[in-house]
């Protein structure tokens, strides 16, 4: 019995001599880890040496004792900015003095599937102009996958239209990603380099798993909100002339940051490195990405569905007409090899561009068969086998066309062909009816 009143004694000693120390460390002690982290990872040792001594002043002056956490964090923050001019840089309470207090707050709460998500909505409007808004650049191998999905709707926009004036940043991966789909060759985006291991991380353009749309025009609405990863995206697409920005100068925060934990539960974020455009050879921090149009952010969207308007005309036009053109050349002149070929080239670049795929080739040229035009069709459905040479239907529409050209002998041939490729499917049943038909 004595045994076991000497352990709880112990225990109880124990306890109380590590809750002493738990709180008998001042807010002052707490200040003082922070200027350690500070000159540690500061991407700027010299604003971070500069801040120190100002907190150094402020601890002389009792000025962050008997502070309550959140007042505490919301004060150490504003003196922190005070020399470093960085909105990244931030002191946090703990977190049992910063959750609310509402009492329906459950573990779902921190389920991704029930917060906010990254993609807010993306669609085809108008005229084939796109629209994506995004509320932040998640880091996880699901948001590339959802950037993917909503540049899968893309595909067939002649303009598209990202509106950043809401999201507050995030993953620099995420960022380059979705700048990739608008470059097509090997670029060098950004360099991060962080200050603690002297090191530089390259941004290339990196391969997507869509359709990247090198040449779409492209509008970026922005506000006084958009900061971080969000100013990121806008800053590169409008250097490098990929875009034009509408709408406000942006927030001015250019430092990726890095989250440290301090005693007592609190914690402070650190930008440890900067961002280096290699087109500017500088960055946003503290002056925001300049618009291009400058205007009130809620009048953005309106100014960017003007302008994309007229472009994606512009766009559109620039990929068909030159194809349309040379068809008009079919049509007076004589079909020869080295003009097929001409055609086919152009026809491949539409597809590699999306604008056209072998569903939108096929039925251009029955297009061409119903305006009597049968020569001109059968040298489309030609191209359409060469592009898509696995397809039944490709080789099925070229025998039509053949047979309407009274060439019995290769619409045969390229009957059979589709048979062979499909001979239990919808068109090889509709190239027997056909072949029946010419005997």
Do not use: C
């Not at 009143?5 to 109380?16: E, G, T």
């Not at 509106?163 to 995420?174: F, K, L």
């Amino acid at each position: 019995m004595k045994q076991t009143v000497n352990l709880k004694s112990i225990i109880v000693i124990a306890f109380l001599f590590t809750t002493t120390l738990f709180f008998a460390q001042s807010n002052n002690d707490i200040v003082k880890q922070v200027q350690g982290l500070l000159e540690e990872n500061y991407i700027f040792l010299d604003k971070a040496k500069e801040t120190n001594a100002h907190l150094n002043q402020l601890i002389k002056k009792g000025y962050f004792e008997n502070k309550e956490p959140v007042d505490f964090a919301t004060s150490l923050t504003k003196e922190l900015r005070k020399i470093t001019k960085d909105k990244h840089l931030r002191f946090f309470a703990p977190n049992r003095d910063r959750t609310s207090k509402n009492k329906e707050n459950s573990f779902t709460n921190y389920l991704s599937r029930y917060r906010a998500p990254m993609l807010r909505g993306f669609q085809l409007m108008d005229s084939n102009i796109g629209y994506i808004d995004l509320a932040f650049f998640g880091g996880a191998e699901i948001h590339l996958a959802k950037i993917d999905v909503a540049m899968k709707a893309m595909e067939a926009a002649d303009a598209i239209i990202i509106d950043m004036r809401r999201n507050t940043g995030g993953s620099p991966t995420t960022v380059n990603y979705l700048s990739s789909y608008f470059f097509s060759e090997k670029l060098l985006l950004n360099t991060i380099y962080s200050r603690a291991n002297d090191h530089s991380e390259e941004m290339w353009v990196t391969d997507v798993k869509g359709v990247k749309r090198p040449k779409v025009p492209v509008y970026i609405l922005t506000s006084q909100s958009t900061f971080s990863g969000a100013e990121d995206f806008s800053y590169t697409m409008q250097s490098r002339g990929r875009a034009t920005v509408i709408g406000e100068i942006t927030g001015g925060g250019a430092h990726p940051t890095r989250g440290f934990p301090l005693d007592k539960g609190y914690t402070i974020g650190i930008p440890f490195a900067r961002t280096i455009n290699p087109v500017t050879k500088t960055n946003w921090e503290g002056v925001g990405v300049q618009p291009d149009i400058k205007m009130p952010a809620k009048n953005s969207m309106e100014k960017a569905k003007e302008l994309a308007l007229i472009k994606s005309k512009e766009y559109k036009d620039s990929m068909f007409k030159p194809l349309e053109k040379a068809l008009l050349t079919l049509e007076k002149e004589k079909i020869t090899k080295e003009k097929e070929d001409k055609i086919t080239k152009q026809f491949e670049v539409l597809v590699k561009s999306n604008m056209l795929d072998e569903g939108g080739i096929n039925s251009l040229g029955y297009a061409y068969i119903q305006q009597k035009k049968t020569t001109v069709a059968s040298t489309i459905f030609k191209v359409n086998t060469i592009l898509f040479p696995d397809s039944a239907n490709t080789w099925d529409s070229l025998a039509e066309s053949y047979l309407e050209l009274n060439n019995k002998e290769k619409a045969i041939k390229y009957y059979n062909k589709a048979i062979k490729m499909d001979p239990e499917g919808d068109t090889g049943s509709n190239a027997k009816r056909m072949l029946k038909s010419i005997k």
